[in-house]
């Protein structure tokens, strides 16, 4: 099947420091990725969609300047947090949108767990 | 707004005691509906997709199936491997984000 993968696997930080995850799609091209994030014992919350070629789109209640995403290929979406702070630690996955053929679906990344000291 | 709501939250089997999950779901205009599959720390793993009322899809010991208001994951004679929390979710037909309910954790003992 589809590979997404995402690094680093996990990070600790401390608070004030930026932090970049990379999300990478393996074995297709996919114009468009979302990110979201994770706290334990809930669901997937969406944070924003990345677009290639193009600014990312926000979810209500996200902070662009603190969640700065950047799709810069048709592999390759990056979200950087910015002076993370203790609250802002979460398990972040991203997935890569395939449309077409019979494969069509969105296939996730395994995740990268964040921890800001 | 979409909205998504699983249930049970939680589902403890026996080994071969088969069971089925709820989705039910409102959406503007449905492009599909998603299962997948979630390990602890680990990302979703994409089960199956359902387009139309009516459809079926079967995997392993796992079949899908879909109404107009609700899917259900069926799980025949599960095995302790099928423990997982398993999520659903919706597409828009106007758009391509996934709004996913909160899950349904279930744990099959031996």
């Known amino acids: 099947g589809a590979v997404v993968s995402q690094h680093p696997s996990r990070v600790i930080c401390k608070s004030g420091t930026s932090v970049k995850i990379e999300c990478r799609s393996l074995?297709?091209?996919?114009?468009?990725m979302f990110w979201y994030r994770q706290f334990p014992k809930q669901s997937l919350m969406l944070m924003a969609t990345?677009?290639?070629?193009?600014?990312?789109?926000?979810e209500q209640g996200v902070e662009k300047d603190k969640f700065l995403i950047n799709h810069a290929s048709l592999t390759l979406s990056t979200l950087t947090v910015t002076s993370a702070h203790p609250e802002d630690s979460s398990f972040y996955i991203c997935?890569?949108?395939?449309?077409?053929?019979?494969?069509?679906?969105?296939?996730f990344g395994p995740g990268t767990r964040l921890l800001v000291l | 707004e979409d909205q998504v709501t699983q249930s049970p939250e939680a589902l403890r089997l026996q080994e071969g005691e088969s069971s089925s999950l709820n989705c039910s779901y409102t959406?503007?205009?449905?492009?599909?509906l998603f299962w997948y599959r979630q390990d602890p720390g680990k990302g979703p793993e994409f089960l199956f997709t359902?387009?139309?009322a009516g459809e079926e899809k079967e995997k392993e010991r796992l079949k899908a199936t879909l109404t107009k208001k609700e899917s259900f994951l069926h799980i025949t004679a599960p095995k302790p491997e099928d423990s997982a929390t398993y999520l659903c979710?919706?597409?828009?037909?106007?758009?391509?984000?996934?709004?996913f309910g909160a899950g349904t954790t279930v744990t099959v003992r031996a």
């Open positions: 990345s677009n290639e070629g193009s600014k990312a789109t926000y």
């Open positions: 979710a919706v597409q828009a037909a106007n758009d391509y984000k996934l709004s």
């Open positions: 997935s890569a949108d395939r449309r077409g053929g019979s494969k069509e679906t969105q296939y």
């Open positions: 074995d297709f091209q996919a114009t468009t």
């Open positions: 359902l387009y139309s």
């Open positions: 959406v503007s205009g449905l492009r599909g």
